[in-house]
């Protein structure tokens, strides 16, 4: 449930050996926040999937057996009063701390006052992105928290494929009326969008303002620690680190018939010899079908492939709720 001061509390209704009922705390949120709504949201995990964070173990050291292995992760989604919307992921081992990690914080322009999810898009605007061998799948329905008698096999089913996006269907809305579209990535997906929102940022930074005095020795070109997508190793703004601006991300699908050659400047233009790379290396990740069974010779073919492939699979991430 959530609360105006104590932001998310979980409990799991007991019986004692006599019958009488009790709640038991399941995990709480390791910070006070002035909540306005929550959203429980199992994320499927590929089979033996583990995670690389200490805060995000999918399963106990002690258990190995397929019967003990969980097949989800549960997700709670929460957003307050300071326009903030906060990820929390249910602990597998139950241990005296009952603080959940806090994975992801995302900053919006308002606040959200109700989180819902919904196959809502109607089926002509559905998108075929490039296909893809990912093993990641699943999306949909809330946890076994939530009411309603829809069985778990059908919430996790998925409404369309693309590429590295686990959940597509999540909507917010605030009290003027804003519309928003939430989805959860796998890592490989948020790391390549992660360095286009990079990207679009170091290359607007870079951009002349008015009475704006070039220093002598100032970088004129952007490298590739600019816009490395993983979170500073010291700890610092890891959880905001894992949200992806979509709008910002949007302006290289506005205008018609320049997308491309827009995508292509922005990597190639003003960068050194790394960030190329690093987009080719990250490409190959998201979508390595794609990027190995082109069978191009010619390497400027290769890369309008490559290119191609990108903005197709980015208008399927980007695509609106409605």
Not at 253 to 269: A, D, M
Not at 287 to 299: K, R, V, Y
Not at 305 to 322: F, K
Request: overall charge neutral.
């Amino acid at each position: 449930m959530s609360t105006s001061q104590d932001s998310l509390l979980a409990f799991e209704l007991k019986t004692t050996t006599s019958g009488h009922p009790f709640l038991d705390t399941l995990f709480s949120d390791g910070r006070s926040r002035v909540s306005l709504h929550h959203l429980i949201v199992p994320i499927p995990l590929a089979e033996g999937q583990v995670s690389k964070k200490p805060n995000q173990e999918v399963s106990s050291p002690k258990s190995t057996s397929k019967s003990t292995t969980p097949k989800y992760r549960t997700l709670v989604l929460i957003s307050d009063k300071y326009s903030s919307l906060t990820g929390l992921v249910q602990p597998v081992n139950r241990t005296l701390r009952s603080a959940a990690p806090t994975v992801f914080e995302a900053s919006l322009p308002r606040s959200v006052t109700r989180l819902r999810r919904g196959t809502i898009r109607p089926p002509w605007r559905s998108t075929n992105p490039p296909s893809t061998n990912t093993s990641t799948t699943g999306r949909s329905s809330h946890s076994h928290f939530t009411n309603g008698e829809t069985s778990m096999s059908s919430k996790l089913a998925s409404s369309r494929s693309v590429p590295g996006v686990l959940i597509d269907d999540i909507i917010g809305t605030a009290t003027d009326g804003t519309l928003f579209a939430f989805s959860i990535l796998d890592e490989p997906a948020w790391r390549f969008l992660k360095f286009l929102e990079n990207l679009l940022r170091a290359k607007e930074s870079l951009k002349p303002k008015p009475d704006f005095r070039e220093e002598k020795g100032e970088k004129s070109y952007i490298t590739r620690r600019d816009v490395d997508p993983e979170p500073d190793p010291r700890g610092y703004g890891q959880s905001t680190a894992y949200h992806i601006n979509g709008d910002v991300l949007a302006s290289l699908l506005e205008g018609y018939g320049s997308q491309k050659s827009s995508l292509r400047q922005l990597v190639s233009e003003g960068t050194d010899d790394e960030v190329p790379e690093m987009f080719k290396e990250l490409f190959q990740e998201v979508l390595p079908q794609a990027a190995h069974s082109n069978g191009f010779t010619d390497e400027d073919e290769a890369d309008e492939h490559m290119i191609s492939c990108v903005m197709q699979w980015l208008r399927g991430v980007l695509e609106s709720i409605l």
